[in-house]
């Protein structure tokens, strides 16, 4: 099955600073989704992008399908920003269609 | 409000229970969808159904049952099959298979 490698695995950053977080792919995908767990585990949906650049305030996306990668841009960080953060793809065809398979996530850590 | 909500939150079961954790969701979707997390991990796959009366199993689906008698329902049984029942369990739904999906709150479960 497909492969998802995020990196880096923890981000310590201070208040103010910006980031970028990674997720390769190991094939061809249709869409990709960023996410953000809070300390609670909620999963809050960041963004859904198959290909192209996205933004949503202070976050942004970038997904390059061809050569299998998505970026997640988090400016200004704030310590609200906390928590970790899964990139997922679905399975294309076959068995399981539409079954996200997720990175192991970053660990984001902003201090005040 | 919209969403998917899960219950109970907490739930606490000695070894060779069966116990039943509950999804609802009011947003139309046909498809929904069980997840399972643990400590320091992505999620994986439980099951999965894409229309009521219909339901297709994940990738670690050993232990544990489902059914889809309603569009808004998708109960998950963990059996005492179920070796290491301990985890977090997420719910999601999307329109129908492979759109974006969403997730609900979770349920935490602590066999003992």
Redesign the interface.
Same mark, same amino acid.
């Given at each position: 099955g497909i492969q998802v490698e995020q990196s880096p695995p923890d981000l310590i950053l201070q208040e103010g600073a910006n980031s970028t977080l990674r997720c390769n792919f190991s094939d061809s995908v249709n869409n990709l989704q960023w996410f953000h767990q809070n300390p609670w585990g909620q999963l809050i949906n960041l963004f859904y992008i198959p290909s192209g650049t996205k933004q949503n305030g202070r976050l942004s996306a970038t997904t390059v399908a061809t050569e299998r990668y998505s970026l997640l841009y988090i400016s200004s960080s704030q310590t609200t920003d906390s928590g970790v953060y899964f990139c997922a793809v679905p399975n294309a065809g076959g068995t399981s269609y539409g079954k996200l398979t997720f990175g192991q996530g970053t660990i984001l850590t902003v201090h005040p | 409000d919209g969403g998917i909500t899960q219950s109970p939150k907490y739930l606490f079961r000695k070894e060779g229970q069966n116990v039943t954790l509950s999804c609802e969701q009011n947003l139309n979707h046909d498809?929904m #969808?069980w #997840?399972r *997390?643990d400590p !320091?991990? !992505? +999620? /994986? +796959?439980i099951y #999965?159904s894409?229309i009521v009366n219909d339901f297709?199993k &994940?990738?670690i689906a050993e232990g544990y049952s489902v059914s889809r008698e309603k569009k808004e329902s998708f109960p998950l049984t963990v059996t005492s099959a179920q070796k290491n029942p301990t985890a $977090?369990y997420?719910c999601?739904s999307?329109i129908?298979? &492979?759109?974006? *999906? #969403? $997730?609900g709150? !979770?349920t /935490?479960l602590t066999v003992t």
């Open positions: - | 498809a #969808y #997840y *997390q !320091g991990q !992505g +999620l /994986r +796959l #999965y894409q297709q &994940g990738d $977090f997420l999601a999307s129908s298979t &492979g759109d974006e *999906q #969403y $997730f709150p !979770g /935490r």
